[in-house]
C-alpha cells in the first residue's frame, strides 16, 4: 500500500475512518500509526453536537453554532434525529412531546422533518453532521476521507442501518461496514486492556439508545455471545423527565407553559441538559432562566438527590434488558470477568451505581472498568475497525451477532426459522422446501423476522414470488437461502432446484415499527412461550390429520370397494371423528395438541390397511411397466 509522510504524520493513503453517530453528540476517529484517536475540530473541540440549524437559505449551520442558535431558532434546529431514521411514522407521540421543531409522522410513510418548504428526511439531516465530521477529519489527516466504519445500536434494523448508510453517502463516504455500537466500544477497550480470553458486558447508555452486549474475547477475536436494547431509551428521556419538571415549577412560580412556547422549551430543554451532566460532579447546581419572558425570570435549585429521584425510573428500564441478553447468553453475572461502561448517560454516578449494583462489581467478578471515555469509546472502536479492514491490525478479528431470528412463513402460517436469534454474522444458511399442492405455478416467499411460532406474530420483512416448473405436490423443490452481510443486511435467494430458476431480494425496508414494538416483541416471545409451543405443535399435529384425510379420501375412492366391509367402515369412522376434532377447534373447543397427537396414531392405525394396499398397487403397477407381471 503506498504511503506519505508529511508534517512528522504518517498516514496511508486508504485510511478508514471510524465515526460514532450518536444521538446527542457524534465524533470521528482514526488509527494513527497503530494508535486510535479522536480528532477534534480547530477549536479542539472532540464532541461534536448532534444538531442541524437550517436556515431560510444558506447552508445549514451544524454542530455547536447550531446548538449556540437553538434557543433563538427552535423550529428550525433538528436534534435527537437518530430516533427517527430509518423509521416511519407510526405513533411517534412520545418522540413528538420533545421537540420543538415539527415532524410529519404519517401512518407507514417515512418520518420526515418539514423545514422552510422542504421535507427534509432523517438521514439528509444526518447527512450534514457526517458532513462536519469529514471536514474534521480532513483537518487532522494530510489525505481527505473517502471511506468510514460508522456505528449504529445493536437493536438498528435493516432499515435503520440502510438508512444510516446512506447518510453516509449523501455526505460523500464510501461506508465500509456498519457495526454495533457496543461492539465497537469493546473493540476500544479490548485493544489493551482485556485478558487473552474474557467475557466482557458493555452496557451503552447513550443520550437516545441503550445496549447490553455480552462479547467474548479469545486471542483476537471477538464474538457477540448476545445483544438485547431499545433504540429509544436513553439520556434524553432524562432530560424529558426533568424539563417535565422544571416546567411544573415554571408555571407554579406564575411562569409560562413550555409545551407551548417553542421558544421557552428549547431554553428550558438546554437548560436542563446543562444541569443534567453539572450534577455529575457536584451535588446541586442553580438553573436560571432570565427574561422567559419580558415580564418572567426563573430560578431554582437543583440537588442531585432530586435528579435521580427524576431519573431512577428511566435507568430501572434497562434491567430488563441486561437480565435478558444475560439469559441469552447462558451466563451469570459471575460469569463475566468486565462490565464495559460506555454512553455519556454513564458519566452519572446513579447510573454506574445501578450497573455496578446489578452485575455484583466490587465483590470478586465482575470487574466495573470505567478506564475508557465513555464519549469516545464507541468511535476508536470504530476507527479500529477501519484499522482492521485496511490492515493496520493483523491480530483482531470481529465477529457480530444478528439480534432476532429471520425465516419465512410456511405451510399453516408457522415461521420456519432459517437463521436463529444471537447467530453469528456473516452468515449464509438455506433450506429446500417443497409445494403443498398440486402443479403450482409459483410460490410466495414470505420472510420474516422475530421469535414467535405463528407468521402472524412476528415482522414482515418482504415477499416476493419465484416462478418454477409445475409439478404434482411434493415433487418441486424450492431452495431458500438467507446471506446476513458483515453490516447486518439480509440478502434472500429462492432457487427452483429443478430448473435453476432463482430470485435474489435484498431486504432494505426490514421492520417499520415503533421501537417500543420491538421490544414488546422480545418481551412476548417469552411470555408467551408455552402458548406458542402448544400452537405449533396443534397446527402440526392438524396438518398432519388434513393430509392424512386427504390421501386416505383419494384411497378409498379409488381402492375402498376391494377392502372388507369391516375396515372401511373403521376407516370412514376415524375420518368422521376427525372432522368433528378440527371443528370442535375451530369453535373454540378445548381440543388440544396432545389429543390431536393421540388422533393421529389412531387415524394412522385405521388407515393402514388401506395404505398398505395402495402400496401394493402401486408397486403392481411398477413391476407391469418393466414387464416383470402380466397386464
Known amino acids: 500500500m503506498l504511503c506519505r509522510i508529511d508534517r512528522g504524520k504518517f498516514w496511508p493513503v486508504a485510511k478508514i475512518i471510524g465515526i460514532d453517530l450518536g444521538t446527542t453528540n457524534s465524533l470521528v476517529a482514526v488509527v494513527d500509526s497503530g494508535i486510535p484517536l479522536v480528532l477534534a475540530d480547530g477549536q ?57 421543531y415539527p415532524i410529519n409522522a404519517n401512518n407507514k410513510k417515512p418520518v420526515t422533518i418539514p423545514l422552510h418548504g422542504c421535507e427534509w428526511l432523517p438521514e439528509e439531516v444526518s447527512a450534514e453532521i457526517l458532513k462536519t465530521l469529514k471536514i474534521i477529519a480532513s483537518e487532522g489527516m494530510l489525505d481527505k476521507p473517502e471511506a468510514a466504519v460508522i456505528t449504529v445500536p445493536a437493536y438498528f434494523n435493516d432499515a435503520q442501518r440502510n438508512a444510516t448508510r446512506r447518510a453516509g453517502e449523501l455526505a460523500g463516504l464510501k461506508v465500509e461496514r456498519i457495526i454495533n455500537e457496543p461492539t465497537a466500544a469493546a473493540l476500544a477497550y479490548g485493544l489493551n486492556s482485556l485478558k487473552e480470553k474474557s467475557k466482557i458486558a458493555v452496557y451503552d447508555l447513550g443520550g437516545g439508545t441503550f445496549d447490553l452486549s455480552i462479547l467474548e474475547l479469545n486471542k483476537g477475536v471477538f464474538q457477540v455471545l448476545a445483544t438485547c436494547g431499545n433504540t429509544c431509551l ?183 426459522v432459517i437463521i436463529p436469534r444471537n447467530t453469528t454474522i456473516p452468515v449464509k444458511r438455506g433450506e429446500a422446501f417443497t409445494t403443498v399442492a398440486d402443479y403450482q405455478k409459483d410460490v410466495l416467499i414470505h420472510v420474516l ?65 415503533d421501537d417500543a414494538d420491538v421490544q414488546q416483541m422480545i418481551e412476548e416471545s417469552v411470555e408467551h412461550a408455552f402458548d406458542d409451543i402448544e400452537e405449533r405443535r396443534w397446527i402440526e399435529a392438524k396438518l398432519r390429520i388434513e393430509q392424512t384425510t386427504e390421501a386416505t379420501l383419494k384411497g378409498l375412492e379409488a381402492y375402498g370397494s376391494q377392502l372388507p366391509n369391516e375396515q372401511r367402515s373403521e376407516i370412514e369412522a376415524a375420518l368422521t371423528e376427525a372432522k368433528e376434532l378440527l371443528t370442535e377447534k375451530g369453535k373454540g373447543g378445548a381440543v388440544t395438541a396432545a389429543s390431536l397427537k393421540e388422533f393421529n396414531a389412531k387415524l394412522d392405525s385405521a388407515t393402514q390397511p388401506l395404505a398398505d394396499l395402495m402400496m401394493d398397487k402401486v408397486m403392481e403397477q411398477m413391476l407391469e411397466k418393466k414387464g416383470i407381471l402380466p397386464n
Open 44 to 100: 479542539g473541540r472532540r464532541l461534536t453536537p448532534s444538531v442541524v440549524q437550517v436556515p431560510a437559505s444558506g447552508e445549514p449551520i451544524v454542530g455547536w453554532e447550531a446548538k449556540r442558535s437553538r434557543a433563538a431558532h427552535p423550529e428550525t434546529t433538528v436534534t435527537s434525529v437518530k430516533r427517527f431514521i430509518g423509521r416511519r411514522g407510526d405513533d411517534l407521540n412520545l418522540a413528538k412531546d420533545l421537540l420543538a
Open 234 to 416: 436513553g439520556g434524553d428521556d432524562i432530560d424529558r423527565v426533568l424539563v417535565e419538571f422544571l416546567s411544573k415549577q415554571i408555571v407554579k412560580s406564575g411562569g409560562p407553559l413550555a409545551a407551548e412556547n417553542a421558544t421557552v422549551l428549547a431554553r428550558v430543554e438546554e437548560s436542563a441538559e446543562a444541569a443534567k451532566v453539572q450534577l455529575s460532579s457536584e451535588l446541586e447546581t442553580t438553573i436560571a432562566l432570565p427574561f422567559l419572558t419580558p415580564e418572567f425570570s426563573f430560578e431554582f435549585v437543583l440537588s442531585r438527590e432530586q435528579l435521580e429521584r427524576l431519573s431512577k425510573p428511566v435507568v430501572k428500564k434497562t434491567r430488563e434488558y441486561c437480565l435478558k441478553a444475560l439469559a441469552d447468553a447462558n451466563l451469570n453475572n459471575d460469569d463475566l470477568d468486565q462490565v464495559i461502561l460506555v454512553g455519556g448517560q454513564t458519566r452519572m454516578p446513579l447510573v454506574q451505581e445501578f450497573a455496578a449494583e446489578f452485575f455484583g462489581c466490587g465483590q470478586g467478578k465482575p470487574e466495573l472498568n470505567t478506564s475508557q471515555n465513555p464519549d469516545e469509546a464507541i468511535a476508536l472502536g470504530a476507527a479500529i475497525q477501519g484499522g482492521i479492514l485496511s490492515g493496520d491490525f493483523s491480530d483482531l478479528l470481529l465477529l457480530d451477532v444478528t439480534p432476532l431470528s429471520l425465516g419465512i412463513e410456511t405451510f399453516g402460517g408457522l415461521m420456519n
Open 449 to 513: 423476522q422475530g421469535e414467535r411460532e405463528r407468521s402472524l406474530d412476528n415482522w414482515s420483512l418482504g415477499r416476493f414470488t419465484l416462478e418454477f416448473e409445475p409439478q404434482p405436490k411434493g415433487m418441486a423443490k424450492v431452495g431458500v437461502q438467507f446471506e446476513i452481510d458483515a453490516d447486518g443486511i439480509l440478502h434472500v435467494l429462492a432457487r427452483d432446484i429443478k430448473t435453476g430458476n432463482e430470485k435474489i431480494v435484498e431486504m432494505r425496508s426490514a421492520v417499520d415499527v
